[in-house]
């Protein structure tokens, strides 16, 4: 039986071109020791609101307030399948100039230079969006991601395509 799981993730992004990310405690299930993003998964109320589950997952895990974060849009969604799961994650860019005010037992909060991020181990899926965002940039539409297995290699791959209303073009 295959099962569905939602989240939404937070790029924030300071003044000085870094990014705030997560080194994942080692006691944590998904990702020990991993660096990722600020998120989690949607509750059963915030299903058709993945923003407002983006902001109460931010507040938990830093302590910044909606308030304090400025344009925050969605930049990314990506499917997967995990086993007998299928994952929808939404990924939203937004900045912020606020450090975090909490510490959590999820892990350790840093700001990262830009120029170095992807030298932290990571989880193969965040990596692959942080290159593509890296390569192309923030966009006025956000991107559909969907992973698989590479038809020629059998290596892991994502599939980036522009997200864009067909009745609009």
């Known amino acids: 039986m295959i099962t569905l799981r939602m989240m939404s993730t937070a790029l924030l992004w300071n003044k000085h071109d870094e990014l705030l990310m997560m080194k994942r405690a080692l006691t944590r299930t998904l990702s020990p020791g991993l660096w990722a993003a600020i998120g989690g998964h949607l509750e059963p109320h915030e299903i058709n609101q993945p923003r407002t589950a983006c902001f109460r997952e931010i507040w938990e895990e830093t302590g910044i307030e909606q308030d304090e974060i400025h344009d925050l849009r969605l930049q990314y969604v ?15 860019i937004g900045n912020t100039d606020v450090d975090p005010r909490i510490i959590t037992s999820e892990g350790d909060l840093h700001w990262i230079p830009k120029a170095s ?26 991107w559909i991601g969907s ?23």
């Open 78 to 92: 990506l499917l997967r399948l995990n086993g007998q799961e299928i994952r929808q994650q939404f990924f939203y």
């Open 117 to 142: 991020v992807l030298d932290r181990p990571m989880p193969y899926i965040f990596r692959c969006l942080l290159e593509h965002y890296f390569s192309v940039g923030p966009t006025s539409h956000p």
């Open 147 to 169: 992973a698989g297995i590479h038809s020629e290699t059998d290596a892991p791959t994502i599939h980036w395509n522009p997200l864009l209303d067909p009745m609009q073009i």
